[in-house]
Protein backbone atom coordinates (compact mmCIF):
# COMPACT_ATOMS: atom_id res chain seq x y z
CA UNK A 1 0.00 0.00 0.00
CA UNK A 2 2.64 2.61 0.48
CA UNK A 3 3.14 2.14 -3.44
CA UNK A 4 -0.21 3.45 -4.03
CA UNK A 5 -0.58 5.80 -1.39
CA UNK A 6 2.64 7.57 -2.50
CA UNK A 7 1.23 7.61 -5.99
CA UNK A 8 -1.50 9.20 -4.82
CA UNK A 9 0.41 11.90 -2.83
CA UNK A 10 2.13 12.26 -6.03
CA UNK A 11 -0.59 13.06 -7.75
CA UNK A 12 -2.15 15.17 -5.13
CA UNK A 13 1.31 16.90 -5.10
CA UNK A 14 0.94 17.51 -9.34
CA UNK A 15 -3.04 18.16 -9.14
CA UNK A 16 -2.20 20.95 -6.12
CA UNK A 17 0.90 22.31 -8.00
CA UNK A 18 -1.61 22.61 -11.33
CA UNK A 19 -4.19 24.46 -9.33
CA UNK A 20 -1.47 27.04 -8.04
CA UNK A 21 -0.84 27.63 -11.69
CA UNK A 22 -4.01 27.96 -12.52
CA UNK A 23 -4.43 30.36 -9.02
CA UNK A 24 -1.49 32.33 -10.30
CA UNK A 25 -2.80 32.50 -14.35
CA UNK A 26 -6.66 33.72 -12.66
CA UNK A 27 -4.17 36.22 -10.69
CA UNK A 28 -2.45 37.61 -13.50
CA UNK A 29 -5.66 37.43 -15.72
CA UNK A 30 -7.59 39.59 -12.71
CA UNK A 31 -4.57 42.09 -12.99
CA UNK A 32 -4.99 42.78 -16.36
CA UNK A 33 -8.52 43.28 -16.47
CA UNK A 34 -8.03 45.30 -13.67
CA UNK A 35 -5.24 47.93 -15.71
CA UNK A 36 -7.55 47.82 -18.71
CA UNK A 37 -10.76 48.82 -16.41
CA UNK A 38 -8.24 51.47 -15.08
CA UNK A 39 -7.08 52.70 -18.44
CA UNK A 40 -11.23 53.15 -19.18
CA UNK A 41 -12.12 54.70 -16.82
CA UNK A 42 -9.06 56.93 -16.91
CA UNK A 43 -10.30 57.65 -20.77
CA UNK A 44 -13.99 58.26 -19.60
CA UNK A 45 -12.58 61.21 -17.00
CA UNK A 46 -10.71 62.52 -19.77
CA UNK A 47 -13.55 62.03 -21.99
CA UNK A 48 -15.72 63.82 -19.68
CA UNK A 49 -13.08 67.15 -19.53
CA UNK A 50 -13.19 67.45 -23.11
CA UNK A 51 -17.27 67.13 -23.24
CA UNK A 52 -17.19 70.24 -20.13
CA UNK A 53 -14.91 72.16 -22.39
CA UNK A 54 -17.05 71.58 -25.63
CA UNK A 55 -19.88 72.59 -23.23
CA UNK A 56 -18.17 75.71 -22.13
CA UNK A 57 -17.24 76.93 -25.57
CA UNK A 58 -20.66 76.30 -27.13
CA UNK A 59 -22.07 78.44 -24.23
CA UNK A 60 -19.65 81.15 -25.19
CA UNK A 61 -20.19 80.75 -28.75
CA UNK A 62 -24.10 81.18 -27.54
CA UNK A 63 -23.25 84.32 -25.40
CA UNK A 64 -20.96 86.21 -28.18
CA UNK A 65 -23.76 85.17 -31.01
CA UNK A 66 -26.48 86.64 -28.63
CA UNK A 67 -24.12 89.73 -28.39
CA UNK A 68 -24.12 90.00 -32.18
CA UNK A 69 -27.40 89.86 -32.76
CA UNK A 70 -28.36 92.74 -30.32
CA UNK A 71 -25.61 94.77 -31.74
CA UNK A 72 -27.21 94.62 -34.98
CA UNK A 73 -30.72 95.38 -34.06
CA UNK A 74 -29.40 98.56 -32.27
CA UNK A 75 -27.25 99.28 -35.47
CA UNK A 76 -30.62 98.80 -37.55
CA UNK A 77 -33.09 100.63 -35.20
CA UNK A 78 -30.05 103.11 -35.31
CA UNK A 79 -29.61 103.31 -39.12
CA UNK A 80 -33.95 103.51 -39.43
CA UNK A 81 -33.43 106.87 -36.96
CA UNK A 82 -30.75 107.90 -39.44
CA UNK A 83 -32.41 107.22 -42.04
CA UNK A 84 -35.96 109.21 -41.11
CA UNK A 85 -33.85 111.92 -39.59
CA UNK A 86 -32.04 111.88 -43.13
CA UNK A 87 -35.85 112.48 -44.69
CA UNK A 88 -36.84 115.11 -42.66
CA UNK A 89 -33.16 117.33 -43.26
CA UNK A 90 -34.01 116.19 -46.79
CA UNK A 91 -37.49 118.00 -46.43
CA UNK A 92 -36.51 120.96 -44.28
CA UNK A 93 -33.82 121.81 -46.51
CA UNK A 94 -35.92 121.30 -50.04
CA UNK A 95 -37.44 124.55 -49.44
CA UNK A 96 -33.93 126.53 -49.61
CA UNK A 97 -33.04 127.66 -52.83
CA UNK A 98 -29.25 128.38 -53.85
CA UNK A 99 -27.43 129.47 -56.87
CA UNK A 100 -25.78 125.64 -57.51
CA UNK A 101 -27.16 123.12 -58.90
CA UNK A 102 -29.58 120.56 -57.10
CA UNK A 103 -28.28 117.62 -55.47
CA UNK A 104 -29.54 114.00 -57.16
CA UNK A 105 -32.91 113.24 -55.39
CA UNK A 106 -32.49 110.20 -53.02
CA UNK A 107 -33.55 107.52 -54.89
CA UNK A 108 -36.74 106.33 -52.51
CA UNK A 109 -40.09 107.79 -53.10
CA UNK A 110 -41.04 109.63 -50.75
CA UNK A 111 -43.73 112.24 -49.84
CA UNK A 112 -43.06 115.47 -50.62
CA UNK A 113 -43.44 118.13 -47.72
CA UNK A 114 -46.31 120.55 -47.95
CA UNK A 115 -43.48 122.92 -48.77
CA UNK A 116 -41.69 121.26 -51.48
CA UNK A 117 -45.40 120.64 -53.21
CA UNK A 118 -45.86 124.22 -53.27
CA UNK A 119 -42.55 125.15 -54.56
CA UNK A 120 -43.07 122.03 -57.49
CA UNK A 121 -46.71 123.30 -58.33
CA UNK A 122 -45.40 126.82 -59.40
CA UNK A 123 -42.59 124.90 -61.35
CA UNK A 124 -44.56 122.01 -63.08
CA UNK A 125 -47.11 122.82 -65.65
CA UNK A 126 -50.06 120.31 -65.16
CA UNK A 127 -50.77 117.71 -67.68
CA UNK A 128 -52.93 119.07 -70.46
CA UNK A 129 -52.78 122.72 -69.72
CA UNK A 130 -50.98 125.21 -71.03
CA UNK A 131 -47.53 126.24 -70.35
CA UNK A 132 -47.11 128.70 -68.03
CA UNK A 133 -45.17 131.66 -68.57
CA UNK A 134 -43.18 132.10 -66.04
CA UNK A 135 -42.39 135.36 -64.37
CA UNK A 136 -38.65 135.58 -63.13
CA UNK A 137 -38.41 136.21 -59.66
CA UNK A 138 -36.62 139.44 -58.68
CA UNK A 139 -33.40 138.87 -57.35
CA UNK A 140 -32.69 139.10 -53.62
CA UNK A 141 -29.51 140.94 -52.52
CA UNK A 142 -27.33 138.64 -51.23
CA UNK A 143 -25.93 138.83 -47.48
CA UNK A 144 -22.67 140.40 -47.27
CA UNK A 145 -20.32 138.68 -44.48
CA UNK A 146 -18.17 140.85 -41.70
CA UNK A 147 -14.55 141.12 -42.20
CA UNK A 148 -12.49 138.16 -41.40
CA UNK A 149 -11.00 139.76 -38.35
CA UNK A 150 -14.18 139.81 -36.71
CA UNK A 151 -15.77 136.67 -35.42
CA UNK A 152 -19.48 137.63 -36.05
CA UNK A 153 -21.17 137.98 -39.34
CA UNK A 154 -23.76 140.90 -40.09
CA UNK A 155 -26.14 139.93 -42.68
Known amino acids: MIETSSGRVQAGTELVARAGETMHKLGSAIQRVTDIMGEIA ?3 LEQTRGIEQ ?9 EVTQQNAALVEEAAAAAGSMESQAEKLRAVVAVFRTGRTP ?11 PHARAALARKIPRPGSAPRESTPEPKRPQPELASVNNDWATF
Do not use: Y
Open 103 to 113: VAAPSRKTAPS
Open 54 to 62: VNQAIAQMD
Open 42 to 44: AAS
